[in-house]
């Protein structure tokens, strides 16, 4: 029976170590902020941004909620991204996704500063990710990693399996695997024999967004299998890409949903925020 990676303990010590960052930073005049920036009335993000202030109270950052209406236009969330990028005492800028249909998504995270850019999205901090230099990475990737490393079990050399190659998740994910020294296999809609391929590797990362999706026979004994998915089943209860209780059968270690990446997700944020707040006040 797997033994689970809880999101929540692991979750726990990584907002800790940025609350003590952060009260570092405040012995010497710098306060971390982060302003988050939701268009519209969409009540998932709603909740992610509640959830996103929540934390910065807990670890003792300072947070804006910047809440704008549905059909605010492009140009002036653009402006609004603008003004938040020249003030000196916000050191992250987070624009909730997604956004409505009539303003793109790639022209407002182009528009955010590499410099205050936390969820890691901006070309500039995906170029230096992909070359390895420092940068912001990704939060949900870089969570999906500190939880593969709370194990205890070797990445480095590892066969690992990543199915979905979204640019959120599945291509970063696969980036700081091979960055760890696994070798990993990006899997997609147009994979051919995605059961067996999934069923030799020593690490599964289950972010397809499809309710479970990667079943008992696709996992071979004693894998490590990280589920970054959040779906609803057909009876309404949230779950994950993986038919949870057969594939905890196999695997060695495996990621709740509820309970699981969500929550590293946001701890990785805490995380970014404090060490833009540190690289801009040059300490």
Do not use: W
């Amino acid at each position: 029976m797997a033994e689970l990676i809880s999101g929540k303990t692991l979750a726990a010590k990584l907002k800790a170590e940025a609350a003590a960052e952060a009260a570092e930073l405040r012995e010497k005049g710098v306060h971390a902020r982060l302003a988050v920036v939701i268009v519209g009335e969409n009540p998932a993000s709603r909740t992610y941004v509640a959830g996103k202030a929540k934390d910065c109270a807990e670890c003792g950052l300072l947070s804006d909620v910047i809440a704008l209406p549905e059909e605010t236009t492009e140009a002036a969330l653009l402006e609004k991204i603008a003004a938040l990028n020249a003030d000196k005492t916000v050191h992250g800028v987070l624009v909730q996704l997604p956004l409505p249909g009539h303003i793109r998504e790639k022209r407002v995270i182009d528009a955010i500063s590499p410099d205050k850019d936390v969820d890691g999205f901006t070309p500039v901090n995906v170029g230096r990710m992909v070359i390895g230099e420092e940068c912001f990475l990704p939060c949900t990737p870089a969570g999906c990693i500190e939880m593969l490393k709370s194990t205890g079990v070797p990445i480095a050399g590892k066969d690992a399996v990543v199915i979905g190659r979204s640019n959120i998740v599945g291509k970063p994910a696969a980036l700081l695997l091979t960055a760890n020294n696994a070798t990993v296999t990006l899997c997609h809609s147009k994979t051919r024999d995605l059961k067996a391929k999934c069923a030799a590797a020593d690490i599964i990362v289950a972010a397809i967004g499809k309710a479970g999706f990667v079943t008992a026979d696709m996992v071979k004994e004693g894998a490590v299998v990280i589920d970054v998915g959040i779906n609803r089943n057909a009876e309404g209860k949230l779950c994950g890409d993986v038919d949870f209780a057969p594939v905890a059968e196999k695997a060695a270690y495996i990621t709740p949903v509820p309970g699981g990446v969500g929550l590293m997700t946001r701890a990785m944020l805490m995380k970014n925020t404090v060490k833009a707040a540190r690289l801009q006040s040059g300490l």
